[in-house]
């Protein structure tokens, strides 16, 4: 069995979750506009429930690539190389891969900054990791750039884990001492890697 075709499903699940998400924003921006303020809040309780769900899918997809996190290095080689491929022909950078970043660019930029600020720093920072289908906008909202959102998303998964602050200001992305200590371990993981 082949689990990267599921962890692709994954992806492609999300991505679709997202647009979801985007669209019911639209519309529900759209019917605040105009004063159609029942819809808005109808939309608004759709979109609150379809984050939700988001996050038990982001959850599963954690759970299914656990599952196979013992695979020998091998056979890991073999799959990953057929990811790899996958990648280049469209799939997005994972969510997984913006946290280490994020977290080092919040912690050089003083602890807390402006999103758009965090956002311009990781994309230097990542260059060489953002593949073309990262680049490209969303076909759900052509303003932004997918790999932007990906983060964004990540951003919330961290702060729902504590590891960003979920009260800080609309706009700015504030580390938070648990994030310090998950950004020490992870470099510490590395170079012991790299050794």
């Known amino acids: ?76 080689q073999k799959r990953s190389i057929k990811v790899d491929a996958r990648l280049k022909r469209g799939l997005r950078t994972p969510e997984d891969e913006f946290r280490a970043p994020i977290l080092q660019c919040l912690v050089d930029l003083g602890g807390s900054a402006p999103m758009t600020e965090v956002l311009d720093r990781v994309e230097r920072v990542m260059k060489d990791r953002l593949n073309a289908y990262d680049r490209l906008p969303l076909p759900s909202d052509p303003t932004l750039i997918r790999w932007r959102n990906t983060a964004q998303w990540a951003r919330n998964v961290m702060a729902r884990e504590g590891l960003l602050a979920s009260d800080s200001p609309r706009g700015v992305w504030e580390i938070t001492p648990a994030g310090r200590r998950w950004l020490a371990a992870a470099i510490e993981a590395e170079m012991k890697r790299r050794a």
């Open 1 to 76: 069995m082949d689990q990267n075709e599921v962890a692709i499903a994954f992806d492609i699940v999300l991505e679709e979750i997202e647009n979801a998400i985007a669209a019911l924003n639209r519309e529900g921006s759209q019917a605040l506009q105009v004063g159609k303020y029942d819809v808005a809040r109808e939309l608004m309780e759709k979109g609150s429930q379809v984050i939700a769900f988001r996050m038990k899918v982001v959850d599963l997809q954690k759970e299914w690539l656990n599952i196979f996190a013992a695979l020998t290095p091998s056979k890991v």
